[in-house]
């Protein structure tokens, strides 16, 4: 875990509560797909944890939907001005599963930590496929952007305003060889059991530390309780208790 002020770049809406800020300030930081950062926002007492969409030479890159205060805080910054944020931190995805055609599955704000994973599996020469879900066309953002890494992109919304109507499930492959994927809990419990391969599932709770220390974002897990900061946020499918 490190701690750094980083400066602003830029900080601009997406949709009209999804927002894209890119920091600088990370050239000496070690970044995995799948690990989160947290924003010290405002006069807020807790951090914001907020999962890492890209980390690029010396910029940062996080998407975020402001729910409340201390993102609505974030929202705020100004290019020019600094955020307090602890990095490196949470259990990201293990690139050596993915085999030569994984599946990358998004849901909302689910959907940033699959780009930075996207790229890194590209440069591994793997060519995952890729499922962005959304309710409606008007929350759809970074289609463009994982379009220009991968070559099979398809968008779902459950009202049919763009792309297959109807949820992530209904857009599924016949195969493939392992499966990411990151969004709202009933979304990754229906992906769980429709799909027969190994896959990793990156989890929310809400968070006091965001380092492991406090312990009150611990779930259970077939060899126990975990922290989805520390342990998580990101499960392998085979330790996740969701059978039934």
């Keep these: 875990m490190k701690q750094k002020l980083l400066a ?14 890119k920091l600088s300030g990370i050239a000496d930081a070690d970044i995995r797909p799948g690990q989160f950062v947290n924003v010290k926002a405002g006069n ?18 996080l998407v975020y939907r402001v729910n409340g205060e201390g993102t609505l805080a974030m929202s705020r910054l100004q290019p020019g ?3 307090d944020v602890l990095l490196e931190l949470g259990n990201g995805y293990d690139l050596s599963s993915a085999g030569q055609h994984p599946l990358l599955v998004g849901g909302g704000v689910g959907i940033p930590p699959l780009y930075y994973l ?3 599996l590209k440069k591994q020469g793997i060519r995952p496929s890729v499922i962005l879900g959304f309710n409606t066309v ?15 992109v398809t968008v779902t919304t459950a009202d049919g305003s763009y792309g297959v109507k109807g949820f992530v ?15 709202p809990l009933p979304m990754m419990k ?12 990156s989890l929310e709770e809400r968070m006091g530390c965001g380092f492991g220390a406090c312990m009150g974002c611990s779930v259970q897990t077939k ?9 998580g946020p990101v499960f392998r499918k085979e330790d996740l208790l969701w059978e039934d």
């Design 44 to 61: 807020q007492f807790l951090r914001r944890p907020i999962s890492v969409c890209d980390a690029e030479g010396d910029t940062l890159t």
């Design 169 to 183: 499930t209904d857009a599924l492959p016949e195969e493939c060889t392992h499966t990411y994927a990151c969004g």
């Design 118 to 120: 996207a790229k890194e």
């Design 223 to 231: 060899t126990g309780n975990k922290r989805v900061c520390k342990e």
């Design 138 to 152: 008007s929350e759809l953002f970074y289609e463009t952007a994982f379009r220009a890494v991968c070559d099979d």
């Design 81 to 83: 001005e600094s955020a």
């Design 8 to 21: 602003v770049l830029a900080n601009t809406a997406l949709t009209g509560n999804v927002y894209e800020m």
């Design 190 to 201: 229906a992906l769980y059991r429709a799909l027969p391969v190994s896959g990793q599932f």
